[in-house]
């Protein structure tokens, strides 16, 4: 298993861009990175999944560079609704897939 | 599509007894979870099955059991509760959406055990 490190917590304003860099220094040839998002009282949803360079769908960008050691996730202009814990995986062909800590987003109006 | 189902959503037990968490996925994906999630913390792997028939052990499946006779249920067995296992549990299910390995979990059972 990959391991990965999160900062802890993250605090933001409405409307502005938030960025949360994931470690994962020992990531494999075919491991996958892949982000989501847990409300309180609820399951994770899943953010984006990207290999390598940059993957953007309509809620967020995954920024992952050569080296694959670390990746970003942004998001662009958030709401108080974007409060949330978000959670970096790296997985592979083994499909055991590990939640670390996560990443407390805390969006302040 | 229904997804992910999990019974029941709330559960008390006294220490020492046993019960079943239910989990069915009705989106015919081979790949399924089942995590713990304790207050404040992440998400910790229990079981995990790559498909009818098969399973193996995540990081922490002492005092559990699992078993995959069908594509769409993943039942959790707790033999003896203990108030270690008092979590909130999901279940999830992976299938390939656009090239895309994607998780898709249930509501949760929260379990408290006194």
């Known amino acids: 298993l990959a391991k990965t490190t999160q900062p802890i917590s993250m605090d933001s304003y409405e409307g502005q861009e938030v960025n949360i860099t994931c470690s994962h220094n020992?990531?494999?040839?075919?491991?996958?990175i892949t982000w989501y998002q847990q409300f309180p009282s609820q399951g994770p949803r899943f953010i984006i999944q990207g290999y390598k360079t940059k993957v953007t769908n309509e809620v967020a960008s995954l920024f992952i560079p050569a080296d694959r050691k670390s990746s970003t996730l942004s998001l662009p202009r958030v709401s108080l609704s974007d409060t949330a814990v978000y959670y970096c995986?790296?997985?592979?062909?083994?499909?055991?897939?590990?939640f670390g800590a996560g990443t407390t987003v805390t969006v302040r109006a | 599509n229904a997804g992910v189902t999990q019974t029941p959503k709330f559960r008390i037990l006294k220490i020492g007894q046993s019960m079943t968490l239910q989990c069915t996925q009705d989106?015919?994906?081979?790949?399924m979870y089942w995590y713990r999630q304790d207050p404040g913390m992440g998400l910790k792997l229990i079981y995990y099955s790559v498909g009818a028939g098969i399973t193996d052990k995540g990081e922490v499946p002492n005092g559990y059991n699992v078993s995959r006779s069908t594509t769409e249920d993943f039942p959790l067995r707790l033999e003896l509760a203990a108030p270690s296992q008092t979590s909130v549990y999901f279940c999830a299910s992976m299938g390939v959406e656009g090239g895309k390995n994607i998780q898709y979990f249930g509501a949760g059972t929260r379990l408290s055990v006194l």
């Open positions: 989106m015919n994906h081979n790949y």
């Open positions: 995986l790296v997985g592979g062909d083994d499909y055991k897939l590990s």
């Open positions: 020992n990531i494999a040839t075919n491991d996958y």
